[in-house]
Each structure stands twice: as C-alpha cells, then as structure tokens.
C-alpha cells in the first residue's frame, strides 16, 4: 500500500479507540422477530408441544423397559397394562406400542427434518441464482423446475425406493431433492425484487461479485419467506411420509414411523383401538402445532409491521 | 486530517462522456412488438476535478439512469464513459472493480439502500471487503470508525441495525459506505429528496463540508432546483434524455438561454409569501411526452411557447453560444429578457 | 368571515403494544369559509394524524378526544355510517398517492359517477355529464377521453387532478390535502397549486394544505400552523410567520430551506433529530435542538398563548431571533 504511512498514525488511533469502544449490539431483525413471536400465546404453546414431542421422541426409549422391536410373548394384542410395563398396549406381534410410537415419531422427525433441509438448501440456492442472474439463466432454469412439475411425482419415489429402499434417511434425501421445486419458485420470486432493492446496487457499486451479492446480501434477506415455508413442508414431508408407508413404500420393518403405525392401526381401531389413538394423537398434533408455528412466524417476520 | 490524492490547483477532465446513448426494450403486451425506449442519447460533457455537476430534470428525463450508466451499474448502448482518459464501458470486469475504488453513489432512499440484515459497521466496511482485501478485520474496523466520525456518526452506533436510526442518520451510513474508499467522485441521486427539510439541510452542509475535507468531484442528481443551484458548480439540464442546456450555476439562474430551463425555474415554489404572489408562473402547458415516442425535432416543442412549425422538422443541436455555455433550442435569441422580475433576486 | 371548521382540544392516541402514543396533543384552530390553511410539519409531527382523525380514517388502534365541529355537528367519536352522511359531501380529503385513493379496476367515470349517484341523487346520465364537466374544470384536456379511462393509463399529474374532481363533485365546505403536490414534477405542481387557488376562490371551498415545503405554502396558504411533536407551536398569517417568525422552529425551518433565488455558501439547519413520539423531551420539545432555549425551557413546556395580532406562538423566549443564530 503506497503512502499511507502518515494515514497509519491516524488509522492507529482509530484501532486504540475500537478495543475501548463499548458499542451496544442493536436490535437484528432475527431477534425482532423472536420478540414478536414470542409475544404469540399460541405459537409458543405449539413450540413446547412440539419440544415435549422431540423429547418424548429420542429420550423416552431409554425410559421404558421394552424395545421397539423386542416381542413379548405373554402380551400380544393386548390394552394398556402398567404392571407389564405396556403403558399403551402391544401390537399383534407382542411389540410394545408407547415404544414403537415413539421410534415412529423419531424416524418421521428425521426423515421431514432431513428432507426440509434438502429441500431449503437446493431451493434457495437455485432460485436466488435463477432471480439474480435472470434472463436466458433464469428462463432455462425455471423451465427446468416446469418440466421436473410436470413429470409424474410417484414415479420418482418409486425410482428411489428402488435405490433407497434399505435406508429411509437416504430415501428421504431423495424425496428433499423433489420437493424444492415450490421452494425455488418462492425464492427466485423474492430474489427478483430483492435484487431491485438500492442495497444490491449499492455492493455493485462497491464492487462485489455476484457470488458475494446473492451470499451476502440476498440469502439472508430471504429468510422470511424461506423459513415459512419450511415450517409448511415439514408437516407436507411427515405427510408424504405416511402416505409412502402407507403405501408400503417407506420405512421397512422392524422400523416404524408415524405413517406405518396408523395404516396398521386403522383396520384394527375397533378392536384394537389403542394401536390407532397413541399414533394418531402424536401425528395430529405435531402437525397442528407446526401450523401453528409456521402461522406465528410469519406474523412475527412480516416485514409490514416493522 | 489527510487528504485524498487528489486536489491540485489546476483542475483536470477527470470523467468525459461522449455519444452515450442507453435504450430499455419494454414488452408492449402479448401480442405487440416489443418497443424501444430511448433513455439517454447524444450525451456529452466533461467533468472536471473538484467540481459539482448538477443534472437536473422531471421524472423520466433518465437522470438517473444517466448517473448509472457512469458508474458501468448499467451498461450504455453506445458511446464512451472516459476516466482520465480510459474508457470504463471497455473496460474488463475484474479491472472495473478496481476502479470502483474511484467512483461511488448515494442513494435516494436511505434505508432502502442499507442492508437491514447486516449491521452498520459491516455496511460501511463492505466495499473495503472485495475493493481492499488485504486489510484485516481490524484494519477495517479502524478505517469505518474514522469515516463514521467524518460523516457525523457516533462510535457506538457501529454495532446497530438500519432499522434502528431514522432516515437522515441511515444518509449518513450511505454516505459512509461511499466514502470508505476514498472515492474521487461521488454521484448522488436524489440524496436528499427522501428526508425532512431540517435534515436536508444538514446533509447538503455534510456533503459540502466532506467535498472540500476529502477533494471530492460530485455528481448531484436532483429534481428540485432549488436543492441543486445550492450545491451546483455547473448544471445540466435533462429533458427526455437529452442535455437542453449546460452552462455556470449562476448563469442558467439568471440567466436561462432554454425556454424549458426557464419554466422549470419559474415553477420553483419561493418560500417567500410577497414574492410568491407577485409571481407570473410561466407555467408549461401539458405534461413530458412518452419517451417511447417522442416528438418529431425538438422534443421539447409540445410544451414550448416559442415553439415554430420548423422546431418539428429539425432537432436543435447542443451549441456553444457565448461564455462557452451549451444549449439545444432553435429560437434562445428570442428568450424574453433576464428571470429577475420571475424569481424576485 | 363564517367559520366552517372549529377543532377544539384534539388529541390523537395510538395504543401499541405496552404503551400509548400521543401523536397528536390539545390541537386548536379555526377554519374560515374560502381560507387555505397550510399545517406544515415534518415527518412525525402529527400533521396528517390530525386530519385522519377528523375524517375518521385514523388507524384501528388509534383513538380521537376533544372536538370538531363543523357548524353543530362534532366529526371527532361519530359513529362511522354517521359520517359517511358528511365525509366525501361537506369535508373531503386527497392524498399524496392518488393511485391508493382511486379503484385500479374501474373507469374513472364510472367512480366519479359513483360519488354523485350516492350523495347527490343524480341518475347516471347526469352524473355522467357533471364528471366530465368537472373534469375540465380542474384542468384535464380531453376530458371525455380521460373519463374513460382506467385510473393507470393516467399520468401522475392527471390522477391528482381527478382526485380533486373527486373530491370537489359533492362540491364540500372543506377539502383537506394531504401532501398533494409532493409526488410530483415542479412544473405539474405549479399547475396544481395554480389549480387550488382558482378552486378556493371559484367554489369558495376551504382548503386546509398539509405540507412540509414551505414554497409550497407561501404561494397557496393564507394561515399557516407549524407543529412540531404533537403539537402546534406557531399559528399565524403566512405573511408574519414567513417574515417574522417568533418560534425558533419557524426560524429553523425557514432557514433549511434553500431558496432558489439566494445562493448561500451553508444552510443554516436546525440541529439534532426530530423527536421520538414515544420518547418527547422534558419541557419544551424543540429544546435540544433550540438555540435559543434557557433553563425554563427545560423544566417547563410553554403553553400556545397570543402573541398579538391574531398570531399564536408557544415559546418562552421572548428575545430577537437573528439569522445565523438559529445553529
């Protein structure tokens, strides 16, 4: 750097100032947001519902005296027996149902959170280019997301399962690589008018790239709309999911998820009603308080009320 | 406090346009052509270091755009965008990035142009990100502190969101961010037009009082008149995306050689009640035409009173007429006498 | 001259979350029939509130104390289908975006008749031809074209000029602008202000100019108010406030604005930033930013009392007020 020896002196100072500086962090719209959602009665009720159901979910197996897969042979078919240590009956096999519900509820929290995230991540980043760089970019793109629209969605998932079949994880890493179509038709959306704002100008005008515009400046900018959404496809995945397995299609025994305990649970729900209730309860209310989650988010995010 | 490189005694051509010509194509509906809209053509004029230039105009007469196609924030059609002498619109990305060191904007809209997820520190400090890799974290923190005590902003204010400051605070982060990198011309669109009259009148101070500190060039893009002839060396005056006049600050005050020049002037609110009522505005019939179409010859002829039935063959050419000014307009002679009586000096 | 408006002690309040907010505090003013009275503030003074509240569109946590009467009738806690009896026939408001104000899907004859089949009576034919009549008058060329079309195939300018045909159809006592001129070119805003002169004079209608430029009101207004915080520090005739300003704020204001005609090497602003609703200071409101302001101006706020000559001020200061003092 030329000639700024005399500037250092200065700069130097400046440097001095900084390390005593007590300068108040400010308020970020994040935590804004936080403040407004908590505000919402029903939005944080659904969070402690649903952090009770998480909870209940991947420590409540280590609780109880019997695994999900472990057959007891002196109870099958059976009601609620405390003494047992059956609290929500067994199924026709002998299984412990508070078990099994439980590992179903883990394997579907799993398999939507994994699939969301996959989705988030392919959609934003997809759409916030498609958005920024427009044009012919934009218009083959997009075109692409049409045609992926139009093809018929079973039929990927049954080319997965062929894949996947073994592994619902990875089975579900398929199906997130689906569902961010919606996601980048959202973003891209977003990004357009983002990408109009003077703030983008502003980092071009200071010389940023476009990676750096579309990381910096447009991704995080994103996140209302983003994080809406995906509050929406966790229920939509947790959905899929049951239906997949109701289908026959989804997790393979001895595994369960939500989805598989209720298609077995439906036939048999009057004579053995307790095999439907317990799955059924947990899955209902997951998805209410998700909802509800998602509707408190985006009051909390509007940027109207600002 | 030093200065930037540039201030010697004899101002040099730091920026020359010449030919620029931008044009938008719009869709003109399904099953329409598309059409051409013609922002800016034949545009030429030279700024010199140390000067302000005033470019002045109604809305739609591409001021802005004018201000952008500068900066290469939009590519013009045609012609050249010369910074001593080097042709910006040639120029190849990475090696425009470097210039952009040199050539800054502020923004309109104050809070619309701070990223209201990132924090004011980080703001200023972005340009210096990508323009001067080479400074660390710290470096660049002592560099935004200094530029924020120039602009008038407190220290403590560094770790703040935009949506915490009202708007004549969040002009002052842009104007930080622009100067951050010892910029040697600044344009400003519009800088004041968004904030409350006290506020206003405290930025245009900041802007003169940061121009002599740091030897800056500016660019002042306004539709009030009253704001440029304030801050104005020189002004250009805009109609439909052409340059109508050119000339002295005082000389297109007093003196206006363009017939829309002077409406414009004469449709200036005065805050002063007497002078105001004594006032004949010379008001302009209509509205600005579409630049989709414009007018046959000169595109000001809709609207002009002098306007003769040649004004609609013929387009005027920017000429040079006495004191080197430059106008566009057929019948200047016949300009009734001086704007005295109209604006009460 | 016959008062046709009559704001006594209004006050505007908007309840947030853990607090309230006085936007709008003991207003008082007068308006008088064929009067333009320009309300001139910055963002936040509680200009445009004020007006909302009379004409009943204050936002839904918004609230409205004291009185307005026109003639007998108090406009401030009236029932809303009450005021629509009044709202849009005697007292009528434009806004700075007409585009808000008008229906993007309808022709502007078909609103324009609207207005006069509801409040008037007339049968569409009629209504038809007064629209159009009324749309030459506020100065629109080709009336009959202009009358069909949509609001969006209008310039800027034009939608303003149909908001005030709007507006003047029911031919009201009172029209309230707010900020009418601001979204427009100098040149179109001379022909609008040209616009509210013949208005006043032509139909005697009273016009109350809610503005921040003062150009704009020394050309049009014949009182003024200036407020500042929520509430009116200066009343007076344009022509002694312009020239003679008692309220440093007045001053201030004058002095920022730059003058077309005056070049001067620095404005001479006001300091410091307008305040915080929520957060007003002790005292005086204007007192830290006041050059003028002693210790009493801390400690207590001065209350809006005659200052003479039919002008009001609230200031304690009572000292010459020269230029290049107010800093």
């Not at chain 2, 104050?110 to 997820?117: E, Q, W």
């Amino acid at each position: 750097m030329a000639g700024v020896t005399g500037k250092d002196a200065v700069l130097t100072a400046y440097a001095q100032k900084l390390e005593t500086l007590d300068a108040p962090k400010g308020r970020s719209l994040t935590q804004d947001a936080m403040r407004r959602l908590v505000r919402n009665k029903a939005a944080v009720l659904s969070l402690f519902v649903v952090g009770f159901i998480v909870v209940f979910a991947f420590v409540g197996p280590y609780l109880l005296p019997w695994a999900y897969d472990k057959i007891d042979w002196s109870a099958i078919r059976k009601p609620p027996n405390f003494e047992a240590g059956h609290y929500a009956g067994t199924d026709q096999n002998g299984r412990d149902m508070l078990a099994r519900i439980m590992q179903g509820t883990q394997m579907s929290l799993i398999v939507a959170l994994v699939a969301t995230m996959v989705s988030v991540f392919i959609g934003v980043i997809y759409g916030a280019v498609a958005g920024y760089f427009g044009g012919k970019v934009d218009a083959v793109m997009m075109r692409f997301v049409d045609i992926m629209y139009a093809l018929p969605y079973i039929l990927f998932v049954i080319i997965l399962v062929v894949i996947f079949g073994r592994n619902p994880v990875l089975l579900f890493v398929g199906i997130g690589c689906l569902e961010w179509l919606t996601m980048a038709r959202i973003v891209r959306g977003q990004t357009l008018s983002i990408k109009e704002r003077e703030f983008v100008e502003a980092a071009k005008a200071g010389g940023a790239k476009p990676w750096t515009i579309i990381i910096r400046h447009i991704v995080p900018n994103l996140t209302g709309p983003v994080v809406i959404y995906a509050t929406l496809t966790i229920p939509e995945i947790i959905l899929t999911e049951s239906f997949l397995s109701y289908l026959g299609l989804g997790v393979q025994e001895p595994q369960t998820s939500l989805g598989t305990l209720i298609s077995f649970g439906s036939p048999v729900a009057e004579t053995l009603p307790w095999m439907l209730i317990g799955p059924a309860v947990v899955l209902v209310s997951l998805l209410l308080c998700l909802t509800y989650i998602g509707d408190g988010l985006r009051d909390a995010l509007d940027p109207k009320d600002r | 406090m030093e200065q930037g490189a540039i201030k010697p005694a004899q101002p040099v051509d730091l920026l020359e346009i010449k030919d620029l010509k931008k044009t938008f194509s719009i869709s003109g509906g399904l099953f329409s052509r598309r059409l051409t809209l013609t922002a800016l053509e034949d545009i030429n004029f030279t700024i010199r270091s140390g000067e302000t230039l005033g470019i002045v105009g109604e809305s739609g007469c591409g001021k802005s755009t004018l201000g952008r196609c500068i900066l290469q924030l939009l590519p013009p059609d045609e012609g050249q965008v010369l910074w001593l002498g080097q042709d910006l619109t040639r120029l190849p990305a990475e090696e425009m990035r470097q210039r952009r060191q040199d050539l800054q904007i502020i923004f309109q809209d104050p809070l619309a142009s701070l990223n209201p997820r990132m924090t004011v520190g980080d703001i200023i400090a972005d340009p210096l990100r990508t323009l001067r890799p080479e400074l660390n974290k710290d470096e660049r923190r002592a560099r935004v502190l200094k530029t924020m005590e120039a602009v008038g902003l407190l220290p403590e204010m560094i770790n703040r969101y935009p949506h915490e400051f009202s708007g004549g605070q969040a002009q002052r982060i842009g104007i930080a961010r622009a100067l951050i990198t010892e910029p040697k011309l600044i344009v400003c669109d519009e800088p004041v037009s968004a904030l409350d009259v006290s506020i206003q009148a405290q930025i245009l101070n900041l802007l003169a009082e940061l121009k002599d500190e740091f030897g800056l060039t500016l660019i002042f893009i306004s539709h009030n008149l009253s704001v440029v002839r304030h801050v104005s060396d020189r002004i250009l005056v805009l109609y439909l995306g052409r340059i109508v006049e050119l000339a002295t600050g005082d000389e297109i005050y007093e003196d206006p050689k363009h017939p829309y020049t002077r409406a414009l002037l004469t449709a200036v609110p005065i805050p002063d009640p007497k002078l105001a009522r004594l006032r004949n505005i010379d008001a302009l019939k209509g509205e600005i035409p579409s630049p989709i179409n414009p007018p046959s010859g000169c595109t000001f002829r809709t609207r002009c009173r002098l306007a003769q039935s040649y004004c609609a063959e013929k387009r005027p050419p920017l000429e040079t007429i006495e004191g080197g000014r430059l106008v566009a307009c057929h019948r200047w002679r016949e300009l009734d006498a001086p704007l005295e009586a109209v604006l009460g000096v | 001259m016959k008062q046709v408006l009559s704001v006594e002690d209004m006050s505007v309040t908007f309840a947030l979350h853990e607090s309230e907010v006085h936007a709008v505090r003991e207003m008082n003013f007068t308006l008088a029939e064929g009067e333009t009275l320009a309300v001139v503030g910055e963002s936040g003074s509680g200009k445009s509130q004020a007006f909302l509240a009379i004409m009943g569109l204050l936002a839904k946590n918004g609230t409205a104390g004291g009185r307005a009467m026109m003639g007998d009738i108090n406009l401030i806690g009236m029932a809303p289908s009450q005021l629509d009896l009044y709202r849009g026939k005697d007292i009528a408001m434009i806004f700075q975006d007409p585009m808000t104000s008008l229906n993007p899907t309808l022709k502007v004859k078909t609103q324009l008749g609207e207005v006069l089949v509801k409040h008037r009576g007339f049968d569409k034919q009629a209504a038809l031809k007064t629209a159009i009549e009324m749309l030459e008058r506020v100065g629109i060329p080709e009336p009959v074209k202009r009358a069909n079309a949509y609001p969006h195939e209008l310039s800027g300018g034009m939608r303003q000029r149909v908001m005030i045909a709007m507006a003047l159809l029911c031919q009201p006592k009172i029209l309230i602008a707010d900020e009418p001129t601001t979204a427009l070119d100098v040149t179109v805003q001379a022909q609008m202000l040209d616009l509210f002169k013949t208005l006043t004079q032509d139909f005697g209608t009273s016009l109350v100019l809610i503005t921040h430029d003062l150009g704009v009101v020394a050309g049009v207004a014949d009182r003024m108010m200036v407020m500042y915080g929520g509430r009116a520090v200066e009343k007076g005739r344009v022509d002694d406030l312009f020239y003679d300003p008692r309220h440093p704020y007045t001053l201030g204001l004058l002095h920022s604005t730059p003058h077309i005609a005056k070049r001067a090497a620095r404005l001479d602003p006001i300091q410091g930033l307008p305040p915080s609703l929520e957060h007003l200071p002790k005292g005086c409101s204007f007192n830290p930013r006041c050059a003028f302001a002693f210790d009493r101006c801390l400690e207590q706020r001065p209350p809006l009392t005659d200052a003479g000559d039919g002008r009001q001020k609230a200031c304690f200061y009572e000292g010459p007020m020269a230029y290049g003092q107010v800093a």
